[in-house]
């Protein structure tokens, strides 16, 4: 079977999209490739990656990829999700050829104030909340796997 791309996109691709890739790559990767961009370039949140490495995944040596280099190169997804606010969303390139779009707001890590502790634990409520939208979408429209 091949694999359907999807592209997460948010603002800086430093927290929301990153974790999305890694998630749904986790959980669906057979018939999913994710990749993630952002808006504009950013720096990997480190926050995300902390958040991520709790639950065993390791996304230390991602690296922030602009929307539009996607665009640029011509790729093709079946599926482009916007992860960021709906006035961010609004910024995200039209992609050709019947790109499902979806868009799931989440809450932006790179705004969290407190201490270091209470902004990782709100990075990892957001961590949680992606990988529990990424589980109901991939019940939704995941193929059976033959067994």
């Not at 926050?47 to 065993?56: K, N, P, S, T």
């Not at 990782?120 to 961590?127: F, I, P, S």
């Given at each position: 079977m091949k694999k359907r791309k999807v592209l997460f996109v948010c603002i800086h691709n430093s927290a929301r999209s990153q974790m999305a890739e890694a998630?749904?790559?986790?959980?669906?990767?057979?018939?999913?490739?994710?990749?993630?961009?952002?808006l504009e370039a950013g720096t990997l949140n480190p926050?995300?990656?902390?958040?991520?490495?709790?639950?065993?995944l390791d996304i230390s040596l991602h690296?922030?990829?602009?929307?539009?280099?996607?665009?640029?190169?011509?790729?093709?997804?079946?599926?482009?999700?916007?992860?960021?606010?709906?006035?961010?969303?609004?910024?995200?390139?039209v992609f050709p050829f019947g790109v499902k779009?979806?868009?799931?707001?989440f809450a932006d890590p790179s705004a969290f104030q407190g201490t270091p502790e209470e902004r990782?634990?709100?990075?990892?409520?957001?961590?949680d909340q992606i990988r529990a939208k990424i589980n109901e979408w991939c019940a939704e429209v995941c193929a059976p796997v033959a067994g």
């Open positions: 998630l749904l790559n986790h959980a669906c990767g057979d018939q999913f490739e994710a990749c993630s961009a952002g926050l995300a990656v902390e958040a991520m490495r709790q639950i065993g690296q922030t990829k602009k929307v539009w280099d996607f665009t640029k190169e011509g790729a093709l997804f079946s599926h482009v999700i916007t992860v960021c606010d709906e006035t961010s969303a609004e910024r995200c390139p779009r979806l868009h799931w707001s990782l634990a709100r990075t990892t409520e957001v961590r």
